[in-house]
């Protein structure tokens, strides 16, 4: 390499397809401009000369040159279904998960495009012994400057991620506790989407501002993991849960990869500068899910058209998934409760309509032992939390739903809204029967002082003896003992001011 010693090393700038090795197995770079590929040992930036890196400072084997260039002048029908053979000849998985991880390789390739904002990770998940490490290795060695780490090194990602912008295999027993142990959790939960950054305070001794260094940290992930994420970090995956199918598969090496990364550089260079399908949601696919599976259909249009089929699938499957597992969670039961009780008052085909809280914290704890119950306050933030708009009028407090935002929740948490039918038909109202001097008696206890409260009077009662028991932290009974008095004092002054 003839590149001046004195220049700045880098592999990575705009208009750059990928450093190659030249004929002589020096690097070189293979830049793209006016729709033209050159060779060129060095390159004139803004920020001055740049050469590549030496081969023994990349943890790649690089594409040969002249075959890249060989293949950029002309199309490559086959490239899709040679990398499936590729990949299928070191493990075993469904159809669908083979498309999803050929369609994240072609990925790999152009993360980096203008049209992309978002690269999803790949998760191999499973029980030892299933292939996760040997299907992620074959993974690696094919997509765009890919590097296998078995330890989760601040430094080490750093370095990767900035200065290579490739694509980070972490092999780990459990990741998310070892980011946790080396400070790390904001590299995994950023990596996902372009333009983010973590910083680091490296020089204290120069002051503000100037002590503090931002590191580009975007760009593909594959994590092999035996051990469950943490489910912030799971939202950002497209999980490949590995099967169980013992057989002989071969051992992934670099040297098997080489003819399809000079292949997948050429469609690299062929794409990395045209625009890209601007896709709108699809149906039963939305929120992160969507913004981190969009990449891949874009990809997939471009690569393998007759393939979307079995993207669409997993996808979709892998929607469902979540969606089953958001059932689960408090939002989800609160969903669903919003939902039966909506359903009760007939509002599903309103525009507009309120739902009370009390009913919901009602319901929440109806079938729970009471050690499980949680309080009024509790409901309330976590009503809050899931963006649902609350206000309070006469003292009780009620969440506000339109047609649009009740939708929104149904799909996010894999409710079906009923098909409007007929108003249902209601049960006589029943009413609540309170001693007002001794507290709230049974149906078959005796009472001698017994007043029947209709429907306004039973909700004041009602939530003021949530308040007292979960607040003040007064026993159910006593609370509803202090709430018939305050009841009874509310009354008798309203009847004394007629």
């Given at each position: 390499?003839?590149?001046?010693?004195?220049?700045?090393?880098?592999?990575?700038?705009?208009?750059?397809?990928?450093?190659?090795?030249?004929?002589?197995?020096?690097?070189?770079?293979l830049?793209?401009?006016?729709?033209?590929?050159?060779?060129?040992?060095?390159?004139?930036?803004?920020?001055?000369?740049?050469?590549?890196?030496?081969?023994e400072?990349?943890?790649?084997?690089?594409?040969?040159?002249?075959?890249v260039?060989?293949?950029?002048?002309?199309?490559?029908?086959?490239?899709?279904?040679?990398?499936?053979?590729?990949?299928?000849?070191?493990?075993?998985?469904d159809?669908?998960?083979?498309?999803v991880?050929?369609?994240?390789v072609?990925?790999?390739?152009?993360?980096?495009?203008?049209?992309i904002?978002y690269?999803?990770?790949i998760?191999?998940?499973?029980?030892?012994?299933?292939?996760k490490?040997?299907?992620?290795?074959?993974?690696?060695?094919?997509?765009?400057?890919?590097?296998?780490?078995?330890?989760?090194?601040?430094?080490?990602?750093?370095?990767?991620?900035?200065?290579?912008?490739g694509t980070?295999?972490?092999?780990?027993?459990?990741?998310?506790k070892?980011a946790?142990?080396s400070?790390?959790?904001d590299?995994?939960?950023?990596?996902?989407e372009?333009?983010?950054?973590?910083?680091?305070?490296?020089?204290?001794?120069?002051?503000a501002?100037k002590d503090?260094?931002?590191?580009?940290i975007?760009?593909?992930?594959?994590?092999?993991?035996?051990?469950?994420?943490h489910?912030?970090l799971?939202?950002?995956?497209?999980?490949i849960?590995?099967p169980?199918?013992?057989?002989?598969?071969?051992?992934?090496?670099?040297?098997?990869?080489?003819s399809?990364?000079?292949?997948?550089?050429?469609?690299?260079?062929?794409?990395?500068?045209?625009p890209?399908?601007?896709?709108s949601?699809?149906?039963?696919?939305?929120?992160?899910?969507?913004?981190?599976?969009?990449p891949?259909?874009?990809?997939?249009?471009?690569?393998?058209?007759?393939a979307?089929g079995l993207?669409?699938?997993?996808i979709?499957?892998?929607?469902?998934?979540?969606?089953?597992?958001?059932r689960?969670?408090?939002?989800?039961?609160?969903?669903?409760?919003?939902?039966?009780?909506?359903?009760?008052?007939?509002?599903?085909?309103?525009?507009?309509w309120?739902?009370?809280?009390?009913?919901?914290?009602?319901?929440?704890n109806?079938?729970r032992s009471?050690?499980?119950?949680?309080s009024?306050?509790?409901?309330?933030?976590?009503?809050?939390?899931?963006?649902?708009?609350?206000?309070?009028?006469?003292?009780?407090?009620e969440?506000?739903?339109?047609s649009?935002?009740?939708?929104?929740?149904?799909?996010?948490?894999?409710?079906?809204?009923?098909?409007?039918?007929?108003?249902?038909?209601?049960?006589?109202?029943?009413?609540m029967?309170?001693?007002?001097d001794?507290?709230v008696?049974?149906?078959?206890?005796?009472?001698r002082?017994?007043r029947?409260?209709d429907?306004?009077?039973?909700?004041?009662f009602e939530?003021?003896?949530?308040?007292?028991?979960?607040?003040?932290?007064l026993?159910r009974?006593e609370?509803?003992?202090?709430?018939?008095?305050?009841?009874?004092?509310?009354?008798?002054?309203?009847?004394?001011?007629?």
């Open positions: 390499m003839s590149a001046n010693t004195q220049d700045k090393l880098s592999a990575y700038f705009p208009g750059l397809v990928d450093v190659c090795q030249d004929q002589d197995g020096q690097p070189v770079y830049v793209s401009k006016d729709n033209r590929l050159s060779l060129a040992e060095t390159m004139s930036l803004e920020t001055g000369e740049v050469a590549p890196p030496p081969l400072n990349l943890p790649f084997t690089l594409p040969r040159a002249s075959k260039l060989k293949y950029a002048g002309r199309e490559d029908p086959t490239l899709y279904q040679d990398l499936l053979a590729y990949l299928q000849r070191f493990s075993a998985l159809e669908t998960q083979w498309a991880v050929a369609h994240y072609f990925l790999t390739y152009l993360h980096d495009h203008p049209d904002d690269c999803p990770y998760l191999f998940y499973a029980v030892p012994e299933r292939g490490s040997r299907t992620g290795k074959s993974v690696a060695y094919v997509a765009f400057r890919g590097v296998h780490l078995i330890e989760m090194r601040e430094p080490n990602i750093f370095r990767y991620s900035q200065n290579l912008r980070l295999f972490f092999d780990l027993m459990d990741v998310w070892k946790e142990r400070g790390c959790e590299i995994l939960l950023l990596r996902a372009k333009g983010a950054k973590c910083a680091r305070i490296l020089y204290p001794e120069r002051g501002f503090t260094v931002y590191y580009d975007y760009g593909p992930t594959i994590i092999a993991s035996n051990e469950q994420l489910k912030i799971e939202t950002r995956c497209l999980p849960v590995m169980n199918r013992p057989g002989n598969y071969e051992n992934p090496r670099p040297q098997l990869a080489q399809l990364k000079e292949r997948l550089t050429a469609w690299r260079a062929r794409t990395l500068h045209g890209l399908s601007d896709l949601p699809i149906d039963g696919i939305s929120g992160r899910l969507w913004d981190i599976s969009r891949l259909f874009q990809v997939g249009q471009l690569v393998q058209p007759q979307s993207l669409l699938e997993a979709n499957t892998i929607s469902g998934e979540r969606n089953d597992s958001k689960e969670t408090a939002e989800g039961r609160l969903v669903a409760i919003i939902k039966e009780l909506t359903d009760k008052q007939g509002a599903a085909d309103y525009l507009d309120t739902l009370k809280t009390a009913d919901i914290w009602r319901a929440f109806e079938n009471e050690d499980r119950h949680v009024a306050q509790w409901i309330g933030k976590k009503l809050k939390s899931m963006s649902l708009r609350r206000r309070t009028v006469q003292g009780r407090s969440i506000l739903l339109s649009r935002e009740y939708q929104t929740l149904l799909e996010q948490y894999g409710c079906i809204s009923r098909v409007p039918a007929l108003p249902p038909q209601t049960l006589p109202e029943k009413t029967e309170i001693q007002l001794v507290g008696v049974g149906s078959c206890r005796v009472s002082e017994m029947t409260l429907e306004f009077d039973r909700e004041l939530e003021k003896a949530a308040l007292l028991q979960f607040e003040a932290g026993p009974e609370a509803e003992k202090e709430a018939a008095k305050w009841l009874r004092e509310v009354r008798e002054k309203s009847d004394g001011s007629k």
